[in-house]
């Protein structure tokens, strides 16, 4: 069974950086899309930023309010996920959390979810 747990979250400045990592556990047979979410509080969850593709051409979507300074990426075992926050803000506080669209034979596309992590930023 694959597993995600989320770290590097924290408490940051605004303008500063964080790099939060997702470490995927278990036998992984396929993966369709890796991404990033967020949820702040009071609000829904809200897409971040997503990876996906094949042959080492990985092909990233951001959402407009990150475009520009969060990076996605992941490692070439598409074992760990990345998001590199710069010049963040006090509205990019919220727990981020990992999806992975897990393909598994005979049952297709299987969601997975992290537990998340909180990121805090203050003005």
């Known amino acids: 069974q694959v597993q995600l747990v989320e770290s590097g979250g924290g408490l940051v400045q605004a303008g500063g950086s964080l790099r939060l990592s997702c470490a995927a556990t278990?036998?992984?047979?396929?993966?369709?899309?890796m991404i990033w979410y967020r949820q702040a509080p009071g609000k829904e969850r809200e897409m971040v930023a997503s990876?996906?593709?094949?042959?080492?051409?990985?092909?990233?979507t951001y959402a407009d309010f990150v475009q520009g300074r969060f990076t996605i990426s992941r490692d070439k075992t598409q074992r760990t996920l990345y998001l590199q926050m710069d010049s963040v803000q006090p509205e990019d506080t919220g727990v981020y959390y990992c999806?992975?669209?897990?393909?598994?034979?005979?049952?297709?596309?299987?969601?997975?979810w992290g537990r998340g992590t909180p990121v805090t930023v203050s003005s």
């Open positions: 278990g036998k992984i047979f396929g993966i369709n899309r």
């Open positions: 990876i996906s593709g094949n042959d080492h051409r990985d092909q990233t």
């Open positions: 999806y992975v669209g897990h393909l598994v034979p005979l049952e297709g596309v299987v969601e997975i």
